[in-house]
C-alpha cells in the first residue's frame, strides 16, 4: 500500500522519547510502529486493546470494605505514624525508582 498520507499530532516529549528508545532497542522506527497500531485498529474494529482504568488492589480499595474495616485500615496508618514509620516523599519515590529501575 502507497504511503502518501501525514499525520501531524503533539505528544509529551518525555513520552515521545521513552517510546523512541524502546523502539530503537526492537530495531522499529516510530512511523512502523504507529503504522503497526492503525493496522491493527483496521483488523479488530477498535483499538487494538483493552481501555480501562485500572482496578485498585483489594487491599486498598474501600469500596470493597465495610465501614469497621475502613476504620482500622485508618487507625492502622495513624498508629504508624505516631510509632516513628514515616519517611519523605523524596526518599520514598528514590526507593521506589531504586527497586522499579
Do not use: C, W
Not at 521513552?18 to 512511523?31: C, H, K, N, V, W
Not at 469500596?63 to 487507625?75: A, D, F, G, L, W
Amino acid at each position: 500500500m502507497e504511503k502518501t498520507a501525514t499525520l501531524n499530532l503533539r505528544v509529551n516529549p518525555t513520552l515521545k522519547q521513552d517510546a523512541e528508545s524502546i523502539l530503537g532497542r526492537l530495531g522499529i522506527p516510530m512511523s512502523t510502529a504507529v503504522d503497526m497500531f492503525l493496522n491493527q485498529i483496521v483488523l479488530v474494529g477498535g483499538i487494538p486493546f483493552s481501555v480501562t482504568l485500572p482496578g485498585a488492589p483489594e487491599s486498598i480499595d474501600t469500596s470493597r470494605m465495610s465501614e469497621e474495616q475502613i476504620h482500622m485500615k485508618i487507625q492502622k496508618g495513624y498508629d504508624s505514624y505516631k510509632a516513628g514509620h514515616t519517611q519523605s516523599a523524596a526518599d520514598a519515590f528514590t526507593k521506589f525508582r531504586e527497586n522499579h529501575s
